[in-house]
């Protein structure tokens, strides 16, 4: 009789758990060996990974995906050398586990040191993107951590070709066996069960949708990490450069429009929407952009279709882009803090002490000013690769790289003392 897919994920958890341990003192050396094997590895098997990849887009497109989310989940050669390139570059960075954050004397004479500890065994539940397989693995390694990955149906077989690939390398350079798992599962049952493995999980981190992190923080019984959803505004402000603000806009809607650090809504100043909006309509329209205006943007575009209110609360993920007349930089910054999710947010303007203004006042992980939203992103911060982009406050919140990977304990030393 098989296991059901409980039993299966119960006893990969449980090695991650037991490889965790040996992983939590594995050298510096040995890890950064496996990260460069492991992208060697990718590399050397991109035909198949790719092949595996055909399967999955040839099912995508029979089910009608939609063409963002196409987007997400094609590879190609580019995309398997950039996910190699991310393992050596974390191999590269430097192993947060032992690192010092404090060191103290106490009046007694106690020793007191605050050290960097992996976390134990993550969870990571994530949709379509199968670079998440090999960047997931590379961080989670890289700082000490199990990992048990579990990615969504519509990538099964690129999920299964890559793992394999990075898991037997890993394995051969000698990283413990079963720190790095995969659930070569489409069973929608298994995200249930590793929101129950209390003991097992230390923490889960879902990249994807808003439905997937909403289920997923609602339902968990193991802490989660909140990730991922991005509903992300660009402020046209009065007196702004608006070639400068047309190029961001373009940018930060079109460049990738399925992933979560690209822009949704556009505010624009009402003293320069005569202008602008009519040029950038243009733009946006020989990008295929479908524009959804209020009232006034309308006015100066008459063709705009009519954004509802359900518009300015929604990720769109697909070249949609909602457009908003505002009157002052006091309602920019209320609608974005009404709407945005926490993520990233930016201004356009000639003037700093509004731009200082706007990163003071408004609530999200990454505020920009005068560049495009699409930044956020471990890689482009310098951390190699990322696990996802914390929205919460708690632990971590933007992009999470290495260090946002490790919990901290305490070393005390003394020679004898005890407390009266």
């Not at 040995?30 to 198949?48: C, H, I, Q, S």
């Not at 949708?209 to 193991?222: C, P």
């Not at 005569?274 to 329209?285: D, G, Q, S, Y």
């Not at 300015?312 to 309602?331: N, R």
């Amino acid at each position: 009789m098989s296991n059901t897919i409980e039993e299966i994920v119960r006893e990969q958890a449980r090695a991650a758990k037991e490889a965790s341990r040996r992983l939590a003192v594995t050298s510096s050396a040995v890890k950064d060996a496996a990260l460069r094997a492991m992208a060697e590895a990718l590399e050397e098997n991109a035909a198949k990974i790719l092949e595996a990849n055909a399967e999955d887009m040839a099912a995508a497109r029979e089910k009608g995906t939609p063409r963002a989310m196409l987007d997400r989940l094609m590879l190609d050669e580019k995309r398997i050398h950039g996910m190699a390139d991310g393992l050596r570059q974390t191999a590269m960075l430097p192993d947060p586990i032992g690192e010092g954050e404090m060191e103290t004397i106490r009046p007694n004479g106690l020793e007191i040191r605050r050290v960097k500890v992996p976390i134990g065994v993550i969870g990571i539940i994530y949709e379509a993107r199968p670079n998440v397989t090999a960047d997931a693995a590379a961080l989670c390694l890289k700082s000490g951590n199990a990992v048990l990955l579990r990615g969504g149906s519509e990538a099964l077989q690129s999920n299964r070709a890559v793992s394999r690939v990075l898991v037997e390398a890993a394995e051969k350079a000698g990283m413990p066996k079963g720190a790095l798992q995969f659930i070569d599962s489409a069973s929608r049952d298994a995200v249930g069960v590793m929101m129950n493995l209390t003991g097992l999980l230390d923490v889960i981190i879902p990249r994807g949708g808003a439905g997937l992190i909403r289920r997923v923080v609602t339902e968990s019984a193991v802490p989660v990490i909140e990730t991922g959803a991005g509903i992300c505004h660009t402020f046209v402000d009065e007196g702004a450069d608006l070639d400068m603000a047309l190029r961001i806009a373009l940018n930060a809607k079109t460049s990738r429009p399925a992933v979560c650090n690209a822009m949704e809504t556009i505010l624009v100043h009402e003293g320069v929407a005569k202008e602008f909006l009519p040029k950038m309509a243009k733009a946006m329209r020989e990008k295929d952009v479908e524009l959804r205006g209020d009232e006034a943007a309308r006015a100066a575009v008459p063709d705009m279709a009519a954004a509802t209110e359900e518009d300015w609360a929604t990720e769109y993920d697909d070249l949609i882009l909602s457009v908003k007349v505002v009157k002052s930089l006091d309602e920019a910054i209320a609608h974005i803090n009404r709407y945005n999710t926490g993520h990233s947010e930016t201004i356009v303007t000639n003037d700093l002490n509004r731009a200082q203004r706007f990163q003071r006042e408004v609530d999200a992980a990454a505020i920009y000013v005068n560049a495009s939203t699409r930044f956020t992103d471990g890689f482009e911060f310098g951390f190699g690769a990322e696990i996802g982009i914390s929205t919460q406050k708690l632990h971590a919140r933007g992009p999470m790289g290495l260090n946002e990977l490790t919990s901290t304990k305490y070393l005390i030393f003394g020679e004898g003392q005890i407390r009266s």
